[in-house]
């Protein structure tokens, strides 16, 4: 479950299984939807909590290893989709934690990087506090993204955690401006 | 000869710092870019989505203005509304940061293709496509 404050505050809800809703709380709308992509097997942070840091789950998306080995002192796995369309990754580890990722198209340009930086323990997980993710368009334009988490709290009571949807939500009406 | 291999190991050892640079990226940098953005409210990108529901003739798409609204726009899922998909696209984009980027990135890959001529037909994925994975 995440809560969105600002600009607008909303509540996003997923699942394993790949159930996911949006809700306005405002406006009492809700918008609900089922795809195995919007798992939230798929966030960085399940990832990290769930120990599956070895291949940053694609193997959940169908990928597998195809190589292994060092460069530059760095272990780099490499994973290939069985749908030759589909990006190759490329993961660099430093200690066994990831910190660099790369897709690359079938034709061999870089579409997106992600460096993950500042690890830290909490508890039994070891979560980079800092992602930076570069998509790559078309000439020299990229596409920059920051995510950093902050006032990481495990194994902790808050009602953010008992949130539901009200039953009495309606349809999230996308066709007009939020309020 | 100990000039010589003393030389030798400087020049190897700034080889390794730079190449070993490569996997990681400057912060205070990208910091800077961001701080110095300008920040665009995300209200403006939820104006009523024309014809969002209607399907758009494959003669009315433009494979050119399809590839920038995916380049520029692609994180908010501008590029599947154009392209004719259910009406809460833009907020599976917007709010899962476009799929993780993997999807957004996708979605420019496949339209790109399609816009130089290698990837023919690789646009019609995407018209009036109401799955949040378009390619596949």
């Given at each position: 479950m995440t809560l969105y404050k600002t600009p607008l505050k909303y509540y996003s809800i997923a699942n394993s299984k790949g159930e996911f809703q949006l809700y306005n709380p405002e406006s009492n709308e809700v918008m609900s939807q089922y795809d195995p992509s919007l798992s939230s097997t798929t966030e960085l942070v399940s990832i990290f909590m769930s120990g599956r840091v070895d291949d940053l789950g694609l193997g959940y998306l169908g990928y597998r290893l195809a190589e292994t080995g060092r460069e530059e002192g760095y272990v780099k796995k490499s994973f290939k989709h069985p749908d030759p369309m589909l990006p190759t990754v490329n993961i660099v580890y430093d200690n066994y934690l990831p910190i660099y990722c790369e897709y690359i198209s079938p034709e061999g340009k870089v579409v997106n990087r992600k460096y993950l930086s500042n690890y830290q323990q909490f508890g039994r997980m070891t979560l980079p506090l800092r992602s930076t993710d570069i998509s790559y368009g078309n000439g020299r334009d990229s596409t920059v993204v920051?995510?950093?988490?902050?006032?990481?709290?495990?194994?902790?009571?808050?009602p953010a955690f008992d949130f539901s949807v009200p039953a009495d939500a309606k349809p999230m009406k996308l066709d007009a401006p939020a309020k | 000869m100990k000039k010589l291999v003393l030389s030798l190991i400087a020049v190897c050892a700034f080889a390794f710092a730079a190449n070993a640079a490569s996997f990681t990226v400057n912060d205070s940098a990208i910091d800077a870019l961001i701080e110095n953005s300008t920040e665009v409210f995300t209200a403006e990108f939820m104006t009523p989505a024309p014809a969002a529901s209607v399907a758009p003739a494959k003669g009315e798409i433009n494979t050119t203005t399809a590839f920038l609204l995916s380049w520029l726009l692609g994180g908010f899922g501008v590029h599947r509304h154009y392209l004719g998909t259910t009406p809460w696209m833009w907020a599976v984009y917007t709010f899962t940061g476009g799929g993780?980027?993997?999807?957004?990135?996708?979605?420019?890959?496949?339209?790109?293709?399609?816009?130089?001529?290698?990837?023919?037909?690789?646009?019609?994925?995407?018209?009036?496509?109401?799955?949040?994975?378009?390619?596949?």
């Open positions: 920051r995510t950093i988490y902050s006032s990481v709290r495990i194994d902790t009571e808050d | 993780l980027g993997v999807l957004w990135g996708i979605d420019t890959l496949f339209i790109f293709l399609d816009l130089i001529g290698v990837g023919e037909g690789y646009l019609n994925k995407f018209i009036n496509c109401e799955k949040i994975i378009a390619w596949i």
